[in-house]
């Protein structure tokens, strides 16, 4: 079996085309090693039924239907073995799937999208989200006002 860090290296260097979607359960499986996989936890259960699952902050008034964001995790898996997990936002009637990002506000608390003093997600996580959401995804980033950087590598 491959390393976490090795398998994170491989999302990472995956091209879109590399994914596909299957519908039921909602996965991503990489291709050229359909060992790897990304599964979201909870399938079965519509997320956008559930109150605790719907996220918002000012941040996402950047977006179309900001009103309508939900948070899902979704597995990393290697085989049968679950060996990390992505939390993403389902952005803008699922057209995208944005990993979870950094958030810093610049005001307590934020009223709206300029009050944050920056907002990132990691190389990787842009790769997922790429896997996830196709060639839209660098639009979503622009949208968004988020930054990609790498601080610990992949």
């Known amino acids: 079996m491959p390393s976490v860090s090795e398998l994170r290296r491989m999302i990472y260097e995956s091209q879109t085309s590399d994914w596909k979607f299957i519908d039921a359960p909602p996965e991503y499986v990489y291709k050229p090693e359909p060992d790897l996989r990304l599964e979201e936890k909870d399938y079965g259960e519509d997320v956008r039924l559930h109150n605790e699952n719907s996220f918002y902050e000012p941040w996402l008034d950047n977006f179309h239907h900001e009103q309508d964001v939900f948070q899902r995790r979704f597995w990393l898996y290697w085989g049968s073995s679950r060996i990390d997990y992505v939390d993403v936002l389902w952005i803008d009637e699922g057209r995208c799937e944005l990993p979870l990002p950094v958030r810093?506000?610049?005001?307590?608390?934020?009223?709206?999208?300029?009050?944050?003093?920056?907002?990132?997600?990691?190389?990787?996580?842009?790769?997922?989200?790429?896997?996830?959401?196709?060639?839209?995804?660098?639009?979503?980033?622009?949208v968004g006002n988020i930054e990609i950087r790498d601080e610990n590598g992949v």
């Open 104 to 142: 810093t506000p610049s005001e307590s608390p934020p009223e709206g999208p300029e009050d944050y003093e920056e907002i990132y997600i990691s190389s990787f996580d842009a790769a997922v989200g790429r896997a996830m959401s196709g060639g839209d995804f660098d639009h979503y980033l622009n």
